[in-house]
């Protein structure tokens, strides 16, 4: 994870001067969503700006949530559920890879950029955010919206705590991912297709680093063990000449 954050620090400094091209695929983003029909994120703001307490809640869980529930479900893991730690931290790893490759193949600005949306900064006006103005922040690529990690990690801890827990209230965890998802549409940070895309390469993730099968010792070892000792037996035992006689 260190590495690819390293990674993702150069890719920063590969997308600066692509503004203009994050803008026209923003563009061409939105649009798209209108030809396929998705939801408005204009309705999902207007939920959340109907009191400055829930805006400002929803702004603090899209700064604050996200990595320290990453960092608390891998270290739970390595700790208690080591074969399901190496299977997450792989898909994980492989999730963040994709998406910073596709970060810079496909600069995108966040709809909160994109006047046509409508859409406010609700982080900038309501606060807290975590980020400043694109032109001198250093610390973050701002034209990455797609795919969303966000909500892609988040997904990725609910499925996998799921898995690792045998609990008949392990299904709540969607509800991370869920509330994740209404976050960070309604406080204007990504789009539905960043969503959309994210959750794909998860599910391409999850098909090919399948979960590890822990190593038993077959069933049948045993008993076929012991009848072939007592086979053995049975032909070393010595014959008594003339006993039936």
């Not at 990504?190 to 069933?219: C, F, K, M, N, S």
Request: hydrophobic letters at 50%.
């Amino acid at each position: 994870m260190a590495g690819l954050f390293l990674v993702y620090k150069f890719g920063r400094r590969l997308a600066t001067g692509e503004t203009a091209e994050a803008f026209r695929n923003a563009h061409h983003v939105w649009d798209w969503e209108r030809v396929l029909r998705l939801p408005d994120e204009g309705a999902v703001q207007s939920l959340l700006l109907h009191g400055d307490t829930l805006i400002h809640v929803a702004n603090t869980y899209y700064a604050a949530v996200h990595f320290p529930a990453t960092v608390a479900f891998l270290v739970w893991l390595y700790l208690r559920r080591p074969a399901h730690y190496l299977w997450a931290r792989r898909v994980l790893a492989a999730v963040t890879g994709a998406a910073l490759v596709l970060h810079l193949l496909f600069p995108l600005a966040p709809p909160r950029m994109l006047a046509a949306t409508g859409l406010i900064d609700t982080a900038r006006l309501f606060g807290p955010s975590v980020y400043g103005p694109p032109r001198t922040d250093t610390l973050s690529n701002q034209f990455a919206a797609m795919p969303s990690l966000h909500f892609g990690w988040a997904l990725m801890l609910a499925i996998g705590l799921i898995v690792a827990t045998r609990t008949r209230w392990r299904w709540l965890w969607l509800l991370h991912p869920l509330v994740t998802l209404l976050v960070i549409v309604g406080t204007a940070n990504h789009y539905w297709l960043d969503v959309i895309v994210a959750t794909a390469l998860l599910g391409l993730a999850l098909a090919v680093l399948r979960l590890p099968e822990r190593p038993g010792r077959p069933r049948c070892a045993l008993p076929h063990r012991r009848t072939e000792v007592r086979r053995r037996s049975s032909a070393e035992r010595p014959e008594l000449v003339g006993a039936g006689r």
